[in-house]
Structure formats: C-alpha cells, structure tokens
C-alpha cells in the first residue's frame, strides 16, 4: 500500500485490506454469549383501580408494554461445561393499559407490573455480569372480566453474558476524521417568480352562432 493511501472504515477492497500497521490494547466490553427467547405470559390480570370510574358493558381493553427489566438471581455453574451456568432472571414487566367505552371515548389510562422467573444456560464464567433487553413486545388479547383487565403478553427477550476486558487488537492507528459534508442551502430566488398575477386572456370568439332563444 502506498503511503498517501489512507485506511478509512468500511468494507475492505476487492485486493484485500492492507497489513495493520500495530496491535493495540483496548478496553472493550466483551459478550461472552447471548440468546433469544419469546415468553408468551398468559392471564397477566390487573383490577381496573376506582379512579377509572364507571366502565359500561361493552367496553374494551388495549394494552402495551412500557419497560422490561432483568435482575439475576442465580448463577449456578454446570460441572464440566468449561464455563457454561444456569442463569436464573427475575424478569419485570410495566403494562400501560388503556379503557375504552363502546362510543369510542377513552374511559381511562393505568399503569400495571408483573415479575416471571425464567432460567437460561448461558457461558458465564465468574466476572461476568448478565444484562437483558426486549426489543420487541406485543399485548393482546385483552378483555375485562368481574372488574379486572386480563391479557397476553408477548416478549422477545435478548440475554447477554458480557464483561469489560482488555484485548490484543492489530489496528491501523488511530481514527482521523473526515471534512463535514455541509447540506446545500435550499433555493432561494428574489424576487419570486411569477411575481404578479397573470393577466387574464380574453377567449376568441365561438365559431358556432348562439341559438335563438
């Protein structure tokens, strides 16, 4: 490569990329494993609280999921599995649901929270800390029942075993920005064009003569 060829981020050439140039040592947060599951929680129930009022027969329930969290409560190591555990989460659930009355009129807005256990094998040797996220969720159905709201709830949960560690990286040096590419300023013509009003045309004369009337 030659020296006034710069390395910038993307996709290497069809000639392959260059040598690195350095290893450096970075600090990075390394996921030792991860792991996809839906839980479908079925009968989630919640009493609809006395500040919604009245609810008329015939009403309906909508429903959403507003935040998921994951607490660790176990991390069981399996014997020689070469760093693999069964990690036991304790999964919280909020719920925003929703009433509405049979004119369509929105009765009230509440809030609920629901907790499940689940267990995953994951790679976790000791030093790891487990995280989660929900990166997809969906509620329904939902109906009311005897003054409660009860629904389905389905969540994609994303587990991660993960720790901050320092690694051996061969590099290209350090990273040197590029010059902005500034967004062209939106036309502007003055003075505007048609400036006036356009005169009015009279039309020729019909070739065809009127009918008497």
């Known amino acids: 490569m030659a020296d006034t060829d710069v390395v910038t981020p993307g996709p290497c ?19 030792y494993d991860f792991c996809f599951q839906t839980d479908t929680r079925e009968n989630i129930c919640f009493a609809i609280p006395s500040s919604c009022g009245h609810v008329p027969p ?10 998921v969290s ?12 070469g760093g693999f555990a069964n990690v036991t989460l304790l999964v919280t659930v909020m719920e925003s649901i929703t009433l509405t009355a049979p004119d369509g009129a929105t009765i009230c807005t509440f809030t609920g929270q629901f907790f499940y256990l689940k ?9 790891v800390s487990i995280t989660c996220t929900a990166p997809a969720t969906a509620v329904g159905p939902c109906v009311i029942i005897a003054g409660d709201v009860c629904c389905t709830v389905n969540i994609c949960l994303l587990i ?18 590029a010059p902005c590419v500034v967004s062209p300023s939106p036309p502007f013509s003055c003075p505007p064009s048609p400036l006036f009003p356009p005169q009015c045309v009279v039309p020729p004369p019909t070739t065809t003569p009127y009918a008497a009337v």
């Open 160 to 177: 991660e075993s993960n720790a901050l560690v320092k690694l051996l990286v061969p590099t290209y040096g350090f990273c040197l920005p």
């Open 13 to 31: 050439p069809e000639e392959g990329c260059p040598p690195p140039t350095e290893i450096d040592c970075i600090e990075v947060t390394k996921v």
């Open 70 to 81: 994951c607490t660790t409560q176990s991390i069981t190591p399996i014997a020689n599995s």
């Open 58 to 67: 015939g009403s309906t329930a909508a429903g959403s999921v507003t935040s």
């Open 119 to 127: 267990t995953v094998t994951l790679c976790a040797p000791s030093g």
